[in-house]
């Protein structure tokens, strides 16, 4: 028996007979069925650019506006779970509140996907310096340090205001607040060219497009493409 991270009940892990007879080490599940269920998986339709759900078509009005901008240079993001109100209280409690253990939950709900996925680099958007001070560990890096080999490549610049305090108009007036850290070298870990840059939530793109610019203008062979764990 284990003790559920988000509704505290004591749950058995459900059984997969695969796993059994694997010389993979098991990774142990951290939420009940019940709490997971709470998680709704994207539809498949989804935008061809973004994954954001849609009702019809092929891109979103988002990515459209975005289209506007970079023409046919788009970001291509991968997202699993809908931003739905059992996600928003696990990040409140998670990146508000500072309640560091939820990481564990957050990587349950990506650890499949990102096992499967092979690239050069995984980048993670980092955290501000203010708020990594005020929460004491980086909120990205934590969820994705145990699933993926990560390279801090990017360095957030001090005075930066969180994107969750911003509404849809101010995130996409967000000027560029993104450095490359100079003291990382990668030249042998590419063999590919293929990144990933790693995020929690896409809202609008305006985040992972300023990481994405960034890394193109310093690294201008670079496939760069994105991930969040919910859309």
Not at 44 to 64: M, P, T
Not at 65 to 73: A, D, F, S, T
Not at 103 to 126: A, F, H, M, S, W
Request: with cysteine; net charge positive; aromatic share 10%.
């Amino acid at each position: 028996m284990r003790v559920c991270l988000l509704c505290e009940q004591e749950f058995t892990p459900a059984v997969q007979f695969a796993r059994l007879f694997s010389f993979k080490s098991v990774r142990k599940s951290k939420i009940c069925l019940q709490c997971l269920k709470q998680f709704e998986k994207l539809t498949s339709n989804r935008c061809s650019a973004c994954d954001k759900e849609l009702d019809q078509g092929f891109i979103c009005n988002d990515c459209k506006k975005w289209q506007k901008i970079y023409g046919e240079n788009l970001l291509h993001n991968h997202a699993l779970y809908r931003y739905n109100s059992a996600f928003h209280d696990l990040m409140v409690a998670y990146k508000r509140r500072g309640d560091y253990v939820l990481r564990e939950v957050l990587q349950e709900l990506c650890y499949g996907y990102l096992q499967k996925t092979e690239y050069d680099l995984y980048i993670p958007v980092p955290t501000s310096p203010e708020h990594q001070d005020r929460r004491q560990f980086d909120t990205i890096s934590a969820i994705y340090a145990d699933i993926v080999p990560l390279t801090q490549l990017l360095i957030k610049e001090s005075g930066s205001h969180a994107q969750g305090e911003k509404n849809k108009e101010e995130r996409l007036k967000t000027p560029q607040s993104f450095l490359i850290d100079k003291n990382i070298k990668i030249k042998g870990n590419i063999v590919s060219g293929k990144v990933l840059i790693l995020d929690d939530i896409y809202t609008t793109g305006r985040t992972l497009y300023h990481a994405r610019d960034c890394l193109q203008q310093g690294f201008p062979g670079m496939q760069i493409e994105s991930f969040s764990i919910c859309h």
